[in-house]
């Protein structure tokens, strides 16, 4: 059974920072492309950052230079860390297995960016 769970998320300061990660079970890690989605009500999910097997690494934008991803195959775990974070930030969170045309999600972590 494929198991995605994500954690880390809460409420942050404007320019403050916060890491999530997603620990995955069921898989087999090392060979997934793993990623970090994000959504805010009334839109569309969208990518935040990406990283392959071979540790190649995809950002948004938005989030370039702020923004780290990063994998664990030895824990089967991936994250995000997050700073400088701003109020445009705020969304649910949602890690993501990618292999070829199979992907699978997480439930998702809520990140609230607020003074």
């Known amino acids: 059974q494929v198991q995605l769970v994500e954690s880390g998320g809460g409420l942050v300061q404007p320019g403050g920072s916060l890491r999530l990660s997603c620990a995955a079970s069921?898989?087999?890690?090392?060979?997934?492309?793993m990623g970090w989605y994000r959504q805010t009500p009334g839109k569309q999910r969208e990518l935040v950052a990406t990283?392959?097997?071979?540790?190649?690494?995809n950002y948004a934008d938005s989030v370039k230079g702020r923004f780290t991803i990063s994998r664990d195959n030895a824990r089967n775990t991936v994250s995000l860390q997050m700073n400088s974070l701003k109020p445009e930030d705020t969304a649910v969170y949602y890690c993501?297995?990618?292999?070829?045309?199979?992907?699978?999600w997480g439930q998702g972590t809520q990140v609230t960016v607020s003074s």
């Open positions: 069921g898989i087999s890690f090392s060979m997934y492309t």
């Open positions: 990283i392959t097997s071979s540790g190649n690494t």
């Open positions: 993501k297995a990618t292999l070829v045309s199979i992907g699978r």
